[in-house]
């Protein structure tokens, strides 16, 4: 169910799946993320040794956009169309107004300009982070996907709804601390793997990172649920999009602040 939702990976569905159960599988959105990471280190290793590595770079932003269906990006979009609403003084009509923007389905040019500036980012810090250590590079590539759906169970879990309908009115509320709890006990056990199996590449203070990290993340996810919430009046889709895709560039320029402090 969680393939289903978060890619486009040709998966045979149950049809007795419901809302229920979908609601619960945000407990495995970290397992499809990794998922997407062995695929994008899987891009990187095939096409270094063909093309040039700026268009390596490109080529796994690409297989990361078409794996999601371009799903997030369109959630980045539409928030941010809706946000660049003018308010009239009127709180719950400004609301109503940006969730209307938002429902519309069709892309501003404040939600095109986002676009361009995460893909941007992205392929500007991943060309920056094929100048380090290998392992630093390639945990980053596996990392960037996992943690982005780990900050959506967390933004899931601590928001409400803004719509009484919609996709995100599916897992917003149903999902609880059990859900989290898993979802977070996959990603730390993930990252444990990884310093034990790669503790004679990895730099000495990559623990304390991957702590620091997270809770970069979750602080920042309280934040953005705070915001939206705010602003919307609750989450829908489309800002759990926003927040993905937020969290991916905010992971790849924390690594890259991270290592030029550490050489430093």
């Not at 946000?83 to 609301?95: I, P, T, W, Y």
């Not at 893909?119 to 943690?147: D, E, G, I, Q, R």
């Not at 898993?182 to 623990?207: E, G, K, M």
């Amino acid at each position: 169910i969680a393939l289903q939702f978060l890619t486009i990976l040709p998966v045979r569905g149950n049809p007795a799946v419901d809302e229920d159960d979908i609601a619960r599988s945000s407990s495995l959105f970290v397992i499809v993320g990794i998922l997407q990471g062995i695929l994008l280190i899987m891009t990187d290793y095939g096409a270094g040794r063909l093309f040039h590595p700026d268009l390596a770079a490109g080529m796994i932003l690409l297989v990361l956009v078409l794996s999601n269906g371009g799903f997030h990006l369109d959630g980045l979009a539409d928030t941010f169309d809706a946000l660049a609403v003018k308010s009239e003084s009127d709180r719950h009509a400004d609301m109503q107004k940006r969730l209307a923007i938002m429902k519309t389905g069709a892309t501003g040019p404040v939600g095109v300009m986002a676009i361009i500036f995460s893909l941007a980012l992205k392929y500007l810090a991943l060309k920056s982070l094929s100048n380090f250590l290998p392992f630093t590079y390639l945990s980053s590539l596996f990392l960037m996907p996992v943690l982005s759906k780990w900050a959506v169970v967390v933004s899931i879990f601590h928001g409400r709804p803004a719509r009484k309908d919609g996709l995100g009115k599916i897992f917003i509320g149903r999902t609880g601390l059990k859900e989290l709890g898993v979802s977070t006990t996959i990603l730390i056990s993930v990252l444990v793997l990884l310093q034990i199996f790669s503790r004679l590449y990895a730099p000495d203070n990559q623990s304390v990172f991957h702590a620091l990290m997270l809770m970069i993340i979750y602080f920042l996810c309280r934040l953005a649920v705070r915001f939206f919430h705010r602003r919307f009046g609750g989450l829908t889709g489309d800002t759990l999009g926003a927040i993905s895709e937020m969290t991916e560039i905010i992971f790849l320029l924390t690594v890259i602040a991270w290592s030029r402090l550490s050489i430093l």
